[in-house]
């Protein structure tokens, strides 16, 4: 994706009196920050216009009204049913549904998209508290503090916008609810995950502690209560920012009976959950393939199709819904799975919830025999198929060699209320393979710079 400032970019890392090259390797990363994500760095940020980022979440949080409104559209208001059709079974669902009442989620999501060229194109929507790279803008600022390229961010008007601070300010207005002080945050994961992933948390710590935020770190058997108020460790809680999922707790009954406390004091009024477990319903790929169903999008204005054509790509549902059959359902399967079959260099095969890329099947890397065996698979009921999207690729000058390599990119990008809430982004080279996540160790990372729309003047920037 070459575009009038990374062409400059690349440009000035080629120019042998240039430092722009090295920028990436004198970043002076937060300690905690550092030690999570300093070996994993991109050799350059990536570039985008303002208005272009920021009209694809207009489009995120208008997508996002969509899918919560689809229990009431759809299923008379039952998020149960909605689950099911979905793929979401008991007990998982009842854990999904357990203490939302009639509120919906609020808008707090990011999407994990790839930029084909023309535009932004979604691969999953992330609904709920418990999302990744919310401090990724002490990058940002890492690399403004570079001289060489803050003489570059000059010239080229870039700008930024951090999600910490904007995620700050909610926690802040819904422990208005619960206290009239600055509140104490516990960050609570289920039973071992800190341990698992301490480095991340270890990061989020610190960067909203620069914040002057209290956020303390813990795990669901570390909670309490007191007098209707949650603690962690003793200490009372007045909002809880949720890092679990639904998923972690089916096996564990004291995990669900620590959840039972954390609603009661919720609609108590005593401690805020910041999120409810159902968010996780909406972030499944299926609940992307129900927009594409026929008999959803049917119910479905002119405006509201457009929306799901410019962002989703065509994706359906593999095994059909019961909830939705119709007169016509029993053909229209017969037809998607025919063009599954005949078409696999351009589709991908999901698990409706999960994470990672973890069971994807990816078309193009497998044999006609192994995709048919996926199709056919009984036990893939909440599979989705996807159309392939493919990405352009950013080119990146190598900081040691000076060798342009190509690298693809996905894109973490933030939406609240106020629309664009930030981004970053997960690298790998197309040799490494095609799922861009950490759990591949050739995915680096990096942060976004936006700039305004109008192409800059080409400055002799690179000194």
């Not at 004198?26 to 905690?32: F, Q, V």
């Not at 609020?106 to 790839?114: F, Q």
Request: charged letters at 20%; aromatic letters at 6%; a negative charge.
């Amino acid at each position: 994706m070459l575009n009038a400032v990374t062409r400059q970019y690349i440009e000035g890392c080629l120019n042998p009196g240039s430092r722009l090259r090295s920028v990436a390797t004198e970043l002076e990363l937060p300690g905690a920050f550092a030690k999570s994500y300093g070996q994993v760095q991109l050799d350059r940020p990536l570039f985008v216009p303002a208005k272009e980022i920021s009209s694809f979440a207009a489009d995120l949080a208008a997508l996002f009204d969509l899918l919560v409104s689809l229990p009431a559209r759809v299923f008379d208001g039952d998020l149960r049913r909605y689950c099911g059709a979905i793929g979401i079974e008991d007990p998982m669902a009842e854990l999904m549904c357990r203490g939302v009442g009639d509120v919906r989620p609020p808008l707090y999501a990011r999407a994990d998209a790839y930029h084909d060229g023309t535009g932004f194109r979604l691969l999953e929507l992330n609904v709920g508290s418990e999302l990744g790279g919310i401090d990724t803008a002490q990058v940002n600022r890492a690399y403004l503090k570079v001289p060489a390229f803050a003489e570059f961010a000059r010239l080229h008007r870039l700008g930024h916008v951090d999600t910490l601070p904007r995620l700050v300010a909610r926690l802040r207005r819904v422990a208005e609810s619960v206290t009239t002080e600055e509140p104490v945050i516990g960050l609570i994961e289920s039973n071992g995950g800190l341990v698992a992933h301490d480095h991340v948390f270890l990061a989020i710590q610190e960067a909203m502690s620069a914040l002057g935020v209290r956020l303390l770190l813990g795990e669901l058997h570390e909670l309490g209560e007191r007098n209707g108020k949650l603690t962690l460790r003793d200490v009372p809680l007045d909002v809880v920012l949720r890092y679990f999922v639904s998923g972690e707790l089916v096996d564990d009954p004291a995990g669900q009976e620590t959840l039972d406390t954390v609603i009661r004091a919720h609609e108590a009024g005593r401690t805020a959950l910041f999120t409810p477990l159902a968010g996780g319903a909406f972030a499944s790929k299926a609940s992307l393939a129900l927009l594409h169903e026929p008999v959803v999008r049917t119910a479905l204005s002119s405006e509201q199709r457009a929306v799901i054509d410019r962002v989703v790509p065509w994706t359906r549902l593999l095994s059909a819904p019961p909830q939705l059959a119709g007169p016509e359902s029993g053909g229209d399967r017969v037809e998607l799975i025919d063009r599954c079959r005949a078409d696999r260099e351009n589709l991908v095969l999901k698990p409706g919830v999960g994470y990672g890329g973890v069971g994807a099947v990816i078309g193009h890397e497998v044999t006609d025999e192994q995709w048919q065996r996926a199709l056919s698979d009984p036990t893939a009921n909440d599979y989705v198929v996807q159309q392939r999207v493919r990405p352009a690729t950013e080119s990146v000058v190598n900081a040691a060699t000076g060798v342009v390599e190509e690298w693809v990119a996905n894109w973490g990008i933030f939406v609240d209320p106020e629309g664009y809430a930030g981004g970053f982004v997960r690298a790998l080279k197309p040799t490494d393979g095609a799922v861009v996540s950490y759990s591949n160790p050739g995915t680096r990372g990096t942060c976004v710079f936006t700039f305004p729309n109008e192409l800059p003047h080409p400055d002799n920037f690179a000194r």
